[in-house]
């Protein structure tokens, strides 16, 4: 078969938005997915489109991503579901109301519009919170959309402008060359690996599996306005080791809300854990009461690609697999819907050798590279 | 002669035997239980809880599956919306 200019192996969200990349550079593109495109932690997440800022290169990188989605928001269909609801970081306390201050200064130095809302700013925006908060911030330019529908409309697009779909699964992947399970043999002498956090065809990648969970309810139009996020929440959901839940709702536009969040290491069984959802759901009542009378439809979990710095690797796999012709898309954490189109970029700019937006090196694969790994390579 | 009782349904007073359910009282009374995503409007299928096609509003509480819930004396039962 004739090679590609490039293969993606992964149809999430990620190797959705690269294959479109690509596609529009007019590149022969190769998309391999062995199971449902869309179908792993792109459709197990949120959709919550939002400017985090717990590192530079992370502030760097999801503002420039939001930035794209909202770029393109007007030509996206119905069905992604892009609403700007806006993100409320909601302080309990008077020490979380201070990281509110300094939250508002570091994003406005980003050039990212945030607000500070007090306790009857917060009541009047989100009636449904319990009283005694102490107020929040609003980033009123974050969204939310629907993943699997995004990420469909991005491998649509790669599609209609000719990129070859193969649902097989990638037996390997290496030297500018993928063998699917059919058999057939498929070349390029680019491949990216945007697989999330499996990492069978290069068991160095360092990503672990980072367990969540989710809620979504019935119908309730009006209850919620704005997708809310617990300040704690930056202090629960960035311990490495122990399991952690934090509140975090986010209104669908149907009125179903969407409830989370917990956070689980060394427990990659997709079963639900009726002990870490009750907390969940003990979290999440603590701030909005309320919700104790909504009815729940839907329980399930999903894994976040999680690396050691928390930033994703986009680059190539350089050292890693001493293969020039790899290429990673990949450990994405909680933020691969978010950084989806941002990474695309970053990863075509990298293989052009044309100069970012932003700074790419944070995000460079051969950062993560242990000593051992080198010797070994 | 059943004994009868009255139950609001969308602002309508409606006259009911006792024992009726409420996903049935919606049906003598032919309003929708509800509206799909899709706006269109769902009435009981199953009438035994399992397709909650018959949610409506019951005393001010969302998503109620009225195939399961009997009508009581002055209770107000409304469309989900």
């Known amino acids: 078969m004739k090679p590609f200019d490039i293969l993606v192996v992964g149809a999430g969200i990620v190797g959705s938005a690269v294959a479109r990349e690509c596609a529009l550079l007019g590149w022969r593109v190769g998309v391999i997915e062995g199971a449902v495109p869309a179908g792993g932690a792109t459709a197990a997440g949120m959709g919550h489109v939002v400017v985090m800022d717990d590192s530079p290169a992370q502030l760097a990188l999801t503002a420039f991503s939001r930035s794209l989605w909202q770029a393109e928001s007007e030509k996206l269909p119905h069905s992604v579901e892009y609403e700007s609801r806006g993100t409320l970081w909601v302080a309990a306390d008077d020490e979380e109301m201070a990281e509110v201050h300094s939250k508002q200064a570091t994003y406005t130095r980003a050039g990212v519009k945030a607000e500070v809302l007090n306790a009857g700013g917060l009541a009047k925006a989100e009636p449904n919170l319990r009283h005694g908060l102490a107020g929040a911030l609003l980033v009123p330019g974050d969204g939310v959309v629907y993943p699997p529908a995004a990420a469909g409309f991005y491998l649509s697009e790669a599609r209609r402008l000719g990129a070859e779909l193969f649902l097989n699964r990638a037996v390997s992947a290496s030297h500018g060359r993928v063998i699917l399970n059919d058999g057939v043999t498929l070349s390029s002498e680019r491949i990216v690996l945007a697989v999330g956090a499996e990492c069978d065809l290069l068991p160095s990648m360092p990503i672990q599996k980072r367990k969540g969970h989710l809620i979504i309810t019935d119908r309730y139009p009006g209850f919620l306005h704005h997708q809310l996020v617990e300040l704690g929440y930056l202090k629960s959901a960035h311990t490495l080791i122990e399991d952690s839940v934090a509140f975090n709702i986010q209104p669908r536009q149907t009125g179903q809300l969407l409830i989370g969040s917990s956070r689980q290491y060394g427990n990659e069984d997709s079963a639900v854990d009726a002990e870490i959802l009750r907390r969940m759901m003990d979290r999440a009542r603590e701030y909005m009461p309320g919700l104790e009378k909504l009815s729940a439809l839907r329980v399930w979990t999903g894994f976040r690609a999680a690396t050691d710095d928390k930033l994703p690797l986009i680059g190539p796999a350089a050292e890693l697999a001493d293969d020039p012709s790899l290429w990673l898309a990949a450990g994405f954490e909680g933020l691969g819907i978010t950084n989806a189109p941002g990474a695309a970029r970053l990863l075509v700019d990298g293989m052009l050798d044309r100069k970012s937006e932003i700074d790419a090196k944070p995000f460079l694969p051969a950062r993560l590279m242990e000593p051992a790994r080198l010797a070994h390579a | ?81």
């Open chain 2, 1 to 81: 002669m059943p004994e009868h009782l009255s139950v609001t349904i969308n602002d309508v007073p409606v006259c009911v035997a006792r024992g009726t359910t409420v996903a049935a009282a919606m049906l003598l009374a032919e309003q929708p239980s509800r509206f799909s995503v899709g706006g269109e409007p769902r009435s009981a299928l199953c009438g035994m809880g399992i397709c909650f096609e018959c949610r409506a509003m019951v005393n001010g509480v969302p998503h109620r599956r009225t195939c399961q819930i009997v009508c009581e004396p002055d209770m107000t039962v409304a469309t989900n919306p």
